[in-house]
Protein backbone atom coordinates (compact mmCIF):
# COMPACT_ATOMS: atom_id res chain seq x y z
CA UNK A 1 0.00 0.00 0.00
CA UNK A 2 1.34 3.07 -1.31
CA UNK A 3 -0.36 5.40 1.47
CA UNK A 4 1.29 9.13 1.42
CA UNK A 5 4.95 9.43 -0.89
CA UNK A 6 7.20 11.78 -1.16
CA UNK A 7 9.84 12.99 -3.28
CA UNK A 8 12.71 13.31 -3.42
CA UNK A 9 13.83 11.29 -0.43
CA UNK A 10 16.56 13.67 0.26
CA UNK A 11 18.14 17.09 -1.61
CA UNK A 12 21.10 19.57 -1.29
CA UNK A 13 20.42 22.82 -2.59
CA UNK A 14 22.27 26.22 -3.08
CA UNK A 15 21.24 28.92 -1.41
CA UNK A 16 19.14 30.90 -4.01
CA UNK A 17 17.64 28.17 -5.89
CA UNK A 18 14.15 27.13 -5.68
CA UNK A 19 12.38 23.78 -5.00
CA UNK A 20 9.36 21.85 -5.18
CA UNK A 21 8.94 19.07 -2.83
CA UNK A 22 6.02 16.31 -3.91
CA UNK A 23 3.79 15.17 -1.92
CA UNK A 24 0.81 12.23 -3.40
CA UNK A 25 -1.54 10.39 -1.37
CA UNK A 26 -3.92 7.58 -2.13
CA UNK A 27 -6.30 7.61 0.64
CA UNK A 28 -8.55 10.29 -1.00
CA UNK A 29 -8.10 12.23 2.29
CA UNK A 30 -9.29 15.57 2.50
CA UNK A 31 -6.91 17.16 4.36
CA UNK A 32 -2.97 17.89 3.78
CA UNK A 33 -0.34 19.05 5.54
CA UNK A 34 3.82 20.10 5.26
CA UNK A 35 5.83 20.38 8.17
CA UNK A 36 9.22 20.66 9.21
CA UNK A 37 11.42 18.73 12.32
CA UNK A 38 14.34 21.05 13.37
CA UNK A 39 16.04 19.15 16.61
CA UNK A 40 14.79 20.59 19.70
CA UNK A 41 12.11 21.99 17.82
CA UNK A 42 9.97 19.41 16.93
CA UNK A 43 7.14 19.35 14.14
CA UNK A 44 6.11 22.42 12.65
CA UNK A 45 2.93 23.22 10.71
CA UNK A 46 4.42 25.08 7.10
CA UNK A 47 1.06 25.04 5.42
CA UNK A 48 -2.18 23.26 5.50
CA UNK A 49 -5.09 22.19 3.16
CA UNK A 50 -8.84 21.20 4.29
CA UNK A 51 -9.43 20.41 0.64
CA UNK A 52 -8.94 20.82 -2.46
CA UNK A 53 -8.60 24.09 -3.66
CA UNK A 54 -8.14 25.47 -0.44
CA UNK A 55 -4.99 26.15 1.80
CA UNK A 56 -3.79 28.06 4.87
CA UNK A 57 -0.72 29.21 6.71
CA UNK A 58 0.74 26.74 9.57
CA UNK A 59 3.09 27.82 12.47
CA UNK A 60 6.06 28.72 10.37
CA UNK A 61 5.05 29.54 6.54
CA UNK A 62 7.54 32.59 5.32
CA UNK A 63 9.27 31.38 2.33
CA UNK A 64 7.21 28.47 1.15
CA UNK A 65 4.09 28.22 -1.10
CA UNK A 66 1.54 25.16 -1.45
CA UNK A 67 -1.29 24.83 -3.55
CA UNK A 68 -3.95 21.92 -3.85
CA UNK A 69 -5.23 21.34 -7.36
CA UNK A 70 -7.04 17.94 -6.20
CA UNK A 71 -6.79 15.59 -3.66
CA UNK A 72 -4.00 13.59 -4.02
CA UNK A 73 -1.07 16.40 -4.63
CA UNK A 74 0.09 18.80 -2.25
CA UNK A 75 3.47 20.16 -3.45
CA UNK A 76 5.67 22.57 -1.17
CA UNK A 77 7.77 25.36 -2.88
CA UNK A 78 10.37 27.00 -1.70
CA UNK A 79 11.17 29.90 -4.10
CA UNK A 80 14.38 31.04 -2.91
CA UNK A 81 16.24 28.94 -0.35
CA UNK A 82 18.14 29.97 2.46
CA UNK A 83 19.94 27.95 4.61
CA UNK A 84 17.74 28.27 7.59
CA UNK A 85 15.43 26.22 5.49
CA UNK A 86 17.58 22.99 6.22
CA UNK A 87 15.65 20.76 7.23
CA UNK A 88 13.41 17.28 7.48
CA UNK A 89 10.37 17.67 5.38
CA UNK A 90 6.81 15.40 6.65
CA UNK A 91 4.17 15.63 4.63
CA UNK A 92 1.07 14.46 6.15
CA UNK A 93 -2.91 13.44 5.57
CA UNK A 94 -6.07 12.91 7.62
CA UNK A 95 -9.49 12.18 6.34
CA UNK A 96 -10.64 14.93 8.15
CA UNK A 97 -9.52 17.54 10.55
CA UNK A 98 -10.51 15.12 13.66
CA UNK A 99 -8.75 12.38 12.51
CA UNK A 100 -5.20 11.53 12.96
CA UNK A 101 -2.44 12.12 10.68
CA UNK A 102 -0.60 9.81 8.26
CA UNK A 103 2.76 10.60 7.72
CA UNK A 104 5.12 10.33 4.62
CA UNK A 105 8.60 9.06 4.85
CA UNK A 106 10.13 12.84 4.73
CA UNK A 107 12.23 14.93 2.30
CA UNK A 108 15.83 15.88 4.06
CA UNK A 109 16.64 19.14 2.80
CA UNK A 110 20.10 20.85 3.04
CA UNK A 111 20.81 24.12 1.95
CA UNK A 112 24.30 25.27 1.09
CA UNK B 1 6.78 28.49 27.19
CA UNK B 2 5.59 25.85 25.08
CA UNK B 3 2.46 24.80 24.66
CA UNK B 4 3.14 21.40 24.68
CA UNK B 5 5.84 20.09 27.06
CA UNK B 6 7.81 16.80 27.26
CA UNK B 7 10.72 15.53 29.31
CA UNK B 8 13.40 15.15 26.24
CA UNK B 9 15.01 11.88 28.28
CA UNK B 10 16.56 9.87 26.96
CA UNK B 11 14.95 7.16 29.71
CA UNK B 12 17.18 4.26 29.19
CA UNK B 13 15.50 1.18 30.78
CA UNK B 14 15.80 -2.74 30.76
CA UNK B 15 13.97 -4.98 28.97
CA UNK B 16 10.99 -5.83 30.92
CA UNK B 17 10.92 -2.90 32.94
CA UNK B 18 7.68 -0.73 32.93
CA UNK B 19 8.11 2.81 31.60
CA UNK B 20 6.27 6.19 32.05
CA UNK B 21 5.99 9.43 30.29
CA UNK B 22 4.02 12.62 30.89
CA UNK B 23 3.58 15.48 29.00
CA UNK B 24 1.76 18.89 30.12
CA UNK B 25 -0.32 20.53 27.87
CA UNK B 26 -1.08 24.59 28.36
CA UNK B 27 -4.08 25.58 26.71
CA UNK B 28 -7.36 24.45 28.28
CA UNK B 29 -9.39 24.10 25.29
CA UNK B 30 -7.25 21.83 23.51
CA UNK B 31 -10.00 18.81 22.97
CA UNK B 32 -8.51 15.70 21.34
CA UNK B 33 -4.54 14.04 22.54
CA UNK B 34 -2.30 11.75 20.88
CA UNK B 35 0.68 9.75 21.59
CA UNK B 36 2.52 9.07 18.25
CA UNK B 37 6.33 7.10 17.76
CA UNK B 38 8.86 8.00 15.64
CA UNK B 39 12.19 5.78 15.03
CA UNK B 40 15.20 7.36 14.51
CA UNK B 41 15.19 9.45 10.54
CA UNK B 42 11.68 7.79 10.17
CA UNK B 43 8.12 9.45 9.89
CA UNK B 44 5.98 9.96 12.95
CA UNK B 45 3.38 7.32 13.17
CA UNK B 46 0.05 6.88 14.99
CA UNK B 47 0.76 4.51 18.43
CA UNK B 48 -2.69 5.69 19.52
CA UNK B 49 -5.38 8.67 20.54
CA UNK B 50 -5.66 9.27 24.34
CA UNK B 51 -9.31 8.92 25.83
CA UNK B 52 -10.82 11.22 28.81
CA UNK B 53 -11.55 7.41 30.56
CA UNK B 54 -8.43 6.51 29.81
CA UNK B 55 -7.25 3.54 27.13
CA UNK B 56 -5.27 0.52 26.61
CA UNK B 57 -3.83 -1.14 23.79
CA UNK B 58 -1.27 -4.11 24.61
CA UNK B 59 1.43 -2.89 26.76
CA UNK B 60 0.58 0.57 26.62
CA UNK B 61 -2.05 2.66 28.86
CA UNK B 62 -3.03 6.55 28.14
CA UNK B 63 -4.38 8.82 30.91
CA UNK B 64 -5.95 11.59 30.08
CA UNK B 65 -6.12 14.27 33.21
CA UNK B 66 -8.08 17.55 32.52
CA UNK B 67 -7.81 19.16 35.70
CA UNK B 68 -3.65 19.04 35.45
CA UNK B 69 -3.60 19.55 31.60
CA UNK B 70 -1.01 16.44 31.80
CA UNK B 71 -1.57 13.33 29.51
CA UNK B 72 0.59 10.31 30.44
CA UNK B 73 1.74 7.06 28.45
CA UNK B 74 2.73 3.91 30.32
CA UNK B 75 4.50 1.26 28.57
CA UNK B 76 4.75 -2.30 30.17
CA UNK B 77 6.90 -5.06 29.57
CA UNK B 78 9.39 -2.94 27.61
CA UNK B 79 11.46 -4.35 24.68
CA UNK B 80 13.96 -4.13 22.58
CA UNK B 81 11.84 -2.70 20.03
CA UNK B 82 9.98 0.01 22.08
CA UNK B 83 12.74 2.22 21.91
CA UNK B 84 11.88 5.18 19.53
CA UNK B 85 10.92 9.04 20.60
CA UNK B 86 7.50 9.15 21.63
CA UNK B 87 5.36 12.58 20.75
CA UNK B 88 2.72 13.57 23.02
CA UNK B 89 0.22 15.85 20.52
CA UNK B 90 -3.09 18.04 21.26
CA UNK B 91 -5.53 19.20 19.12
CA UNK B 92 -7.64 22.16 20.07
CA UNK B 93 -11.36 21.83 18.36
CA UNK B 94 -10.58 21.97 14.70
CA UNK B 95 -7.38 23.39 14.72
CA UNK B 96 -3.93 21.95 13.36
CA UNK B 97 -2.38 19.55 15.50
CA UNK B 98 0.76 20.82 18.06
CA UNK B 99 3.49 18.41 18.99
CA UNK B 100 5.96 18.25 21.49
CA UNK B 101 9.66 17.68 20.69
CA UNK B 102 8.79 14.00 21.96
CA UNK B 103 10.18 11.65 24.82
CA UNK B 104 13.21 8.98 23.52
CA UNK B 105 13.69 5.45 25.18
CA UNK B 106 16.01 3.66 24.66
CA UNK B 107 15.12 -0.34 26.19
CA UNK B 108 18.40 -2.32 26.65
CA UNK B 109 19.01 -5.74 27.05
Not at chain 1, 49 to 56: D, K, Q, R, W, Y
Not at chain 2, 50 to 78: C, H, K, M, P, W
Request: glycine share 8%.
Amino acid sequence: TAGITQAPTSQILAAGRSMTLRCTQDMRHNAMYWYRQDLGLGLRLIHYSNTAGTTGKGEVPDGYSVSRANTDDFPLTLASAVPSQTSVYFCASSDNGNQPQHFGDGTRLSIL
Amino acid sequence: RKEVEQDPGPFNVPEGATVAFNCTYSNSASQSFFWYRQDCRKEPKLLMSVYSSGNEDGRFTAQLNRASQYISLLIRDSKLSDSATYLCVVKRGTDKLIFGTGTRLQVFP
